[in-house]
């Protein structure tokens, strides 16, 4: 079987002010909120006395700013949540009296209730679901406006994961004409794509708020990175008072530059409505032109080419940033998972931000954009610690009932323009067996899933089948382009109810063992592991079967919450750490992945018994540093893509061993440890390719600080990522220090946040000062609004300061 999707993928560009030429003017409202931890009565009236409140800016997530604490929820990273009110004051020109005012919440978690000068707007359950609302019956034109926002995540135990409190993400206030492009409104989508041409259908939704009839005209052009128009349509119809009509226009592309993750090529699309030969409103989008397909014997095609699709599973938050995460920390991620060779992302378990999709776009990375966690019924939720004796049943399913369905939609709308997005996901192990969902095939001998038996008491697994079909269908109606796809938990049980053929493409968590029975027994299902563990088996069933396209490890960055028992605030599974670092499985995946020759070196005490997390999170035993007991014998494992790698002590060899003689992928030796350098070379054809090198380190003597920007621009958003590392009089990194670092500033910038990417550190994480872990920490320093000279002093006792300049520029 074989199923194809041809795609124009697009997001929004928002030009500023002075760009505007048109009715439609779309401002960040991130700034000069009012902030209050806790109810308050009548905290939405206009009146409302709120001189003390804390002043800040948007995006901010409040549970963040709390302690950890053992008597809170693991499964929320034992943080707190509670109610949050912001206020914010604005004016609107009399003179924009004719025009429509929006306001945009891209995510506010949670059950958000919003007034605009003392008029209820609506609620909204979910945080992760940006939605929209009309201010302007209620807005005071010329005069002073207050808008109000309250989050209530009093119920910690709604998730398996951190999910943050408050207004998390940016707040868009949009101006339109009362004839105007509807929200998230343009869609463009390819019907064929060749190396010679592309046909783009672009469809234009036009509301008319006026009482008269639109005589209006859509207007589409195709410029691409050189300025040139390579593509242009014109349509005119009529917009009926008080309705909404769709324009439908077709481009012709004549060698179109196709959008890949090697070379993710990006048009400009822009779109205008005239009336009377005038621009009353416009959007300006990215576009990327690409055609993907899946085949149930071959895997995943994109352009044309058979591709591996090298995957992370991604939760939200960013450890001390919470999930107010700005775009410069994505981006950062992004890159470092690019180091990785990976290609592809799971964005689990909820819609994430536009702006990270905006990032997978211009990086060239591929998008499972997944829907829910759960549906009509609760899953487990851990109270004292992952899989340990405490646990409730709550969460979203208290809302899928009246909102699951607009829920979807207004994800599938936000999100069906952008050319990172490959598959729909409704959801994940919605059908883990018997959690909550049972079926009496659960009792049958050719369940592999043996520790699941049939419960009669729990919810009928059969029910899964209608609910997919309806979200499917809701996804069908927004998007025909994309497939739809679930990450199955018991891909058996859904199989017998039907779960699984309401599905264009199947996802298999943690089950590679049936990848064969039931490619032969369902040939025409298009699998693909859609959450794994890190085994190197677990590889080779994708790497060595043309039908299985790819595997999405859980996870690629450590994330907060889903956390073991107390202390340890952090589910330990990424393969990279809070703070950015690469861990020894990261090294170990960059050797399977990455084309760039590597090579990786790391030692572990023959005497120590060789810890593993968990079976299927098999992490290496192999630390990067090179300060052991005189005597100790350490087993050095190497990690490398080239063909052999020899290994030195001192400048002697201690042989050169061939990766085809280690079935498991990792070389090893077995060294006693003698003060010095050991270092890796590797090679391919006796040509040295990649070199790794572990030195003992003396003791800690000073601070060494890097930033990846030494330029903010003064705008209250850029960011800047500054790591920070403990060193000898070498400057050799000392793995094992744990100095505490104060970090001071001077100039307009401030701290965000010191992550040490401890996961057993419960410190307050918003302090100006904390404790180093493997010998560093990340400090995250964002600009404020004035240009000028700032800088960030690092200090320790006892050892030498490190100073960083930066230049706060217009």
């Given at each position: 079987m074989k199923i194809l999707y041809l795609?124009?993928?697009?997001?929004?560009?928002?030009?500023?002010?002075?760009?505007?030429?048109?009715?439609?003017?779309?401002?960040f409202f991130n700034f000069d909120w009012k902030f209050h931890m806790g109810d308050t009565l009548g905290a939405e009236k206009v009146t409302f006395a709120d001189q003390s409140w804390r002043k800040l800016d948007v995006p901010h997530d409040y549970s963040i700013e709390g302690s950890f604490d053992q008597n809170l929820p693991s499964c929320n990273g034992y943080l707190p949540g509670g109610i949050g009110w912001y206020r914010k004051s604005f004016s609107v020109s009399a003179s924009g009296k004719d025009r429509k005012v929006f306001v945009r919440f891209d995510g506010v978690y949670k059950n958000s209730e919003v007034w605009i000068n003392g008029h209820y707007l609506g609620k909204r359950p979910s945080g992760y679901i940006a939605f929209e609302y009309d201010l302007t019956p209620w807005i005071r034109f010329g005069k002073e406006n207050i808008i109000a926002v309250k989050s209530d995540h009093t119920d910690l135990t709604d998730s398996g994961w951190y999910t943050g409190s408050g207004i998390f993400r940016n707040v868009h206030l949009i101006y339109t004409h009362p004839v105007h492009i509807r929200k998230w409104g343009v869609f463009a989508a390819t019907s064929k794509v060749t190396a010679t041409n592309a046909s783009m259908e672009i469809a234009v939704d036009v509301i008319n708020e006026t009482k008269i009839p639109a005589d209006a005209i859509v207007q589409v052009s195709l410029v691409d990175k050189a300025g040139k128009e390579v593509a242009k349509s014109t349509v005119k119809n009529v917009v009926q008072p008080e309705k909404e009509n769709k324009f439908n226009l077709l481009l012709d592309i004549k060698n179109p530059q196709l959008w890949c993750v090697e070379s993710p090529y990006l048009y400009t699309l822009r779109t205008v409505v005239m009336l009377n030969n005038r621009v009353i409103d416009s959007e300006t989008i990215l576009t990327g032109i690409r055609e993907i397909r899946f085949d149930a014997d071959k895997g995943v095609f994109l352009n044309g080419k058979n591709i591996k699709l090298k995957g992370v599973c991604l939760v939200h938050d960013a450890g001390v940033l919470g999930s107010a995460v700005p775009g410069e920390v994505w981006e950062g991620r992004l890159n470092t998972l690019k180091l990785l060779g990976c290609n592809a992302i799971r964005a689990c378990h909820n819609p994430h931000a536009s702006e990270f999709l905006d990032l997978c776009d211009k990086l060239g990375f591929l998008v499972i954009d997944e829907a829910y966690d759960e549906w009509e019924q609760p899953k487990t939720k851990w109270i004292d610690g992952w899989n340990q004796s405490k646990k409730v049943?709550?969460?979203?399913?208290?809302?899928?009932?009246?909102?699951?369905?607009?829920?979807?939609?207004?994800?599938?709308?936000?999100?069906?323009?952008?050319?990172?997005?490959?598959?729909?996901?409704?959801?994940?192990?919605?059908?883990?067996?018997?959690?909550?969902?049972?079926?009496?095939?659960?009792d049958?001998?050719?369940?592999?899933?043996?520790?699941?038996?049939?419960?009669?008491?729990?919810?009928?697994?059969?029910?899964?089948?209608?609910?997919?079909?309806?979200?499917?269908?809701?996804?069908?109606?927004?998007?025909?382009?994309?497939?739809?796809?679930?990450?199955?938990?018991s891909a058996y049980m859904s199989t017998q109810v039907g779960f699984a053929s309401e599905l264009d493409v199947t996802g298999y968590n943690y089950q590679e063992k049936l990848y064969a029975e039931s490619h032969k027994k369902y040939p025409k299902q298009v699998l693909y592991g859609s959450e794994t563990g890190h085994r190197y088996e677990y590889w080779k069933a994708v790497a060595d079967n043309d039908y299985i396209s790819s595997q999405f490890l859980w996870t690629g960055f450590e994330y907060l919450g889903?956390?073991?028992?107390?202390?340890?605030?952090?589910?330990?599974?990424?393969?990279?750490?809070?703070?950015?670092?690469?861990?020894?499985?990261?090294?170990?995946?960059q050797s399977l992945w990455s084309d760039k020759p590597m090579a990786?070196?790391?030692?572990?005490?023959?005497?120590?018994?060789?810890?593993?997390?968990?079976?299927?999170?098999?992490?290496?035993?192999?630390?990067?540093?090179?300060?052991?007991?005189?005597?100790?014998?350490?087993?050095?494992?190497?990690?490398t893509n080239c063909e052999e790698m020899e290994l030195f002590l001192n400048g002697k060899s201690l042989g050169t061993k061939k990766m085809i003689d280690f079935a498991d992928h990792v070389i090893t030796w077995y060294v006693p440890f003698e003060q010095g350098v050991l270092t890796a070379v590797a090679r391919i054809k006796g040509a040295e390719l990649a070199k790794y090198e572990l030195a003992t380190f003396?003791?800690?003597?000073?601070?060494?600080?890097?930033?990846?920007?030494?330029?903010?621009?003064?705008?209250?958003?850029?960011?800047?990522?500054?790591v920070v590392n403990v060193t000898d009089t070498k400057n050799v990194s000392h793995y094992l220090a744990e100095n505490r670092i104060y970090v001071e500033?001077?100039?307009?910038?401030?701290?965000?946040?010191i992550e040490n990417s401890n996961p057993a550190d419960t410190e307050h994480y918003k302090k100006n000062e904390h404790q180093a872990y493997h010998g560093r920490v990340v400090v995250y320093i964002q600009s404020l609004d004035k240009p000028g000279k700032a800088w960030v002093k690092l200090t320790s006792q006892g050892l030498q300061p490190a100073t960083v300049n930066l230049d706060i520029v217009k």
């Open positions: 795609f124009i993928f697009t997001f929004i560009v928002h030009a500023s002010p002075a760009q505007q030429l048109n009715d439609r003017h779309t401002e049943k709550n969460g979203y399913y208290r809302y899928f009932p009246e909102w699951g369905k607009q829920d979807l939609s207004d994800q599938v709308m936000r999100d069906r323009n952008h050319p990172s997005v490959m598959m729909w996901s409704i959801g994940n192990e919605i059908d883990f067996p018997n959690d909550p969902y049972s079926h009496p095939s659960l049958s001998s050719a369940n592999p899933q043996t520790f699941a038996k049939y419960m009669p008491e729990n919810p009928d697994a059969s029910r899964l089948k209608d609910i997919a079909h309806e979200l499917v269908k809701i996804l069908k109606e927004s998007d025909m382009t994309r497939p739809v796809t679930a990450g199955l938990a889903e956390s073991f028992k107390w202390p340890q605030r952090t589910n330990p599974f990424g393969i990279i750490d809070l703070g950015g670092s690469f861990k020894p499985e990261a090294y170990f995946r990786y070196i790391g030692a572990w005490d023959t005497t120590m018994v060789e810890p593993t997390l968990f079976y299927l999170w098999d992490h290496k035993n192999a630390l990067p540093h090179w300060n052991w007991g005189k005597g100790k014998v350490l087993k050095i494992s190497g990690f003396g003791k800690p003597f000073k601070i060494s600080a890097v930033s990846d920007l030494q330029h903010l621009k003064a705008d209250r958003r850029d960011v800047a990522r500054i500033t001077q100039g307009n910038i401030r701290v965000l946040g």
